[in-house]
């Protein structure tokens, strides 16, 4: 089961292992790629963001590709990709995939028996028959995110051969709002990324560090809510035919799959019910030289770019909700020790205070992920030059599409 239809991607690897892994097929031949170029920057933003934990000053994330391109071009083979963890020197003991030495100081295997609630701990140890929650929550880490940054940054370099640009931004972090420009800045990222909580309001960005330096202070965590916006999309991508092949399905499955993601919104999203359907449908107008749109532009954009599950031309907008970090530094929450069943008090681990704006990075990994799906779904192509012909085709057809002719009756 999966929200890709051509395109699929795999992950492997615990937090404190040796590294991850990932393996991304259907990215078709010819595609001009560069791990440290398109790559790695990805990697870099992802680590970024005020909130995070002493994590992140360890790790210098950075793809070692071990296949799929050649001379500096996609082969149209599976890419796989390799991030060694650095911290993994420091785990060998305690992540060693051989037998523990019964010699050895039990201390040193860094079992932890006190599940935290929000994490997967309780219930991974429940359902794989586990006692020790160090071997759930080693996978169900977000580090897992990275290596989904890397294959999300090769569906944007695909994406960004033809046009379509996709960015995020935060719109808030615990109860700060921040109050957003419209139209949003020509490049979204550049504006984003220089902000250290990735918002687009000065004044909020303030706020937004007090906050989280609060939450710190109280031993708390928080979480947030950002955008992820893709441009240049052309209409036409998803199909109203099939529930499985509705794009806005496809996005919000993806994002949910997100570590810590619990809501997802297209477009205007929840408001959109609060509101009379006068002043949420976006009217249609005629803009000839808009050839993506099919010659169309839309008054306002509620739809966030998806109509019936399919794409508009306007800009795709999806919007996820990130729950706090459940590793509590103080007023840690009930309990029970798995060894004895005695209540307690949740555990600590290293953890981030908030990572929503390197969620929002997640977050445009996938969306671009399922685009290029949708991409390929619809131009198909084993070849870069393939998928530009049909493209190319297509774009002629919307161009040269004539008013008039027969009608039905
Ligand atoms: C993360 C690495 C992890 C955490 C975080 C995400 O590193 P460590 O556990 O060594 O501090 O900082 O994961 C969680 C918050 C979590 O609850 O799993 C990363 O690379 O993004």
Same mark, same amino acid.
């Given at each position: 089961m999966?929200?890709?239809?051509?395109?699929s991607?795999?992950?492997?690897?615990?937090?404190?292992?040796?590294?991850?892994?990932?393996?991304?097929?259907?990215?078709?031949?010819?595609?001009?790629?560069?791990?440290?170029?398109?790559?790695?920057?990805?990697?870099?933003?992802?680590?970024?963001?005020?909130?995070?934990?002493?994590?992140?000053?360890?790790?210098?994330?950075?793809?070692?590709?071990?296949?799929?391109?050649?001379?500096?071009?996609?082969?149209?083979s599976?890419?796989?990709?390799?991030?060694?963890?650095?911290?993994?020197?420091?785990?060998?003991?305690?992540m060693?995939?051989?037998?523990?030495?019964?010699?050895?100081?039990?201390?040193?295997?860094?079992?932890?028996?006190?599940p935290?609630?929000?994490?997967?701990?309780?219930?991974?140890?429940?359902?794989?028959?586990?006692?020790?929650?160090?071997?759930?929550?080693?996978?169900?880490?977000?580090?897992? $995110?990275?290596?989904?940054?890397?294959?999300?940054?090769?569906?944007?370099?695909?994406?960004?051969?033809?046009?379509?640009?996709?960015?995020?931004?935060?719109?808030?972090?615990?109860?700060?709002?921040?109050?957003?420009?419209d139209?949003f800045?020509?490049?979204l990222?550049?504006?984003?990324?220089?902000?250290?909580v990735?918002?687009?309001?000065?004044?909020?960005?303030?706020?937004?560090?007090?906050?989280?330096?609060e939450?710190?202070?109280?031993?708390?965590?928080?979480?947030g809510?950002f955008?992820?916006?893709? $441009?240049?999309?052309?209409?036409?991508?998803g199909?109203?035919?099939?529930?499985?092949?509705?794009?806005?399905?496809?996005?919000?499955?993806?994002?949910?799959?997100?570590?810590?993601?619990?809501?997802?919104?297209?477009?205007?999203?929840?408001?959109?019910?609060?509101?009379?359907?006068?002043?949420?449908?976006?009217?249609?107008?005629?803009?000839?030289?808009?050839?993506r749109?099919?010659?169309?532009?839309?008054?306002?954009?509620?739809?966030?770019?998806?109509e019936?599950?399919?794409?508009?031309? $306007?800009?795709?907008?999806?919007?996820?909700?990130?729950?706090?970090?459940?590793?509590?530094?103080?007023?840690?929450?009930p309990?029970?020790?798995?060894?004895?069943?005695?209540?307690?008090?949740?555990?600590?681990?290293?953890?981030?205070?908030?990572?929503v704006?390197?969620?929002a990075?997640?977050?445009?990994?996938?969306?671009?992920?399922?685009?290029?799906d949708?991409?390929?779904?619809?131009?198909?192509?084993d070849?870069?030059?393939?998928?530009?012909?049909?493209?190319d085709?297509?774009?002629?057809?919307?161009?040269?599409?004539?008013?008039?002719?027969?009608?039905?009756m």
């Open positions: 999966s929200f890709l239809r051509l395109l991607f795999r992950t492997a690897g615990e937090s404190h292992g040796k590294g991850l892994t990932a393996l991304l097929e259907g990215i078709p031949a010819g595609l001009a790629l560069e791990m440290e170029r398109d790559v790695d920057p990805e990697l870099a933003r992802r680590q970024q963001g005020y909130g995070r934990g002493r994590r992140m000053q360890i790790e210098s994330d950075r793809v070692d590709l071990l296949s799929g391109i050649r001379l500096g071009e996609t082969l149209g599976p890419l796989s990709m390799v991030i060694w963890n650095r911290d993994w020197e420091n785990w060998t003991v305690a060693s995939p051989l037998p523990p030495d019964p010699e050895g100081n039990p201390k040193a295997l860094r079992a932890m028996y006190l935290r609630p929000g994490h997967a701990d309780l219930v991974g140890v429940l359902k794989y028959h586990r006692r020790d929650t160090r071997d759930i929550l080693e996978r169900a880490s977000a580090r897992e $995110t990275a290596a989904r940054v890397a294959c999300g940054a090769v569906a944007k370099r695909l994406l960004a051969e033809f046009g379509i640009q996709v960015g995020s931004f935060v719109r808030s972090i615990g109860a700060v709002e921040a109050r957003n420009p139209p800045p020509q490049d990222n550049r504006a984003a990324d220089a902000s250290p990735r918002t687009l309001d000065p004044q909020a960005e303030a706020k937004m560090i007090e906050a989280i330096d939450a710190k202070e109280a031993g708390d965590t928080l979480g809510t955008d992820v916006v893709a $441009t240049g999309v052309p209409v036409g991508l199909s109203h035919v099939a529930w499985d092949r509705k794009l806005d399905g496809r996005l919000a499955g993806a994002m949910m799959s997100i570590q810590a993601i619990k809501g997802v919104e297209i477009g205007l999203g929840f408001e959109g019910a609060r509101r009379p359907g006068s002043r949420v449908h976006d009217g249609i107008l005629r803009d000839d030289d808009d050839h749109t099919g010659g169309f532009a839309r008054a306002s954009n509620g739809a966030g770019g998806v019936g599950g399919v794409t508009t031309g $306007t800009p795709v907008v999806v919007r996820a909700a990130m729950k706090p970090i459940s590793t509590l530094m103080k007023n840690r929450l309990s029970v020790d798995l060894r004895k069943g005695d209540p307690d008090e949740a555990a600590t681990e290293r953890s981030d205070v908030c990572a704006p390197a969620a990075v997640v977050g445009e990994a996938m969306v671009a992920l399922v685009l290029a949708a991409f390929l779904e619809k131009f198909g192509g070849s870069v030059e393939e998928l530009r012909r049909n493209f085709g297509y774009l002629a057809y919307l161009t040269q599409r004539e008013w008039g002719g027969r009608e039905v």
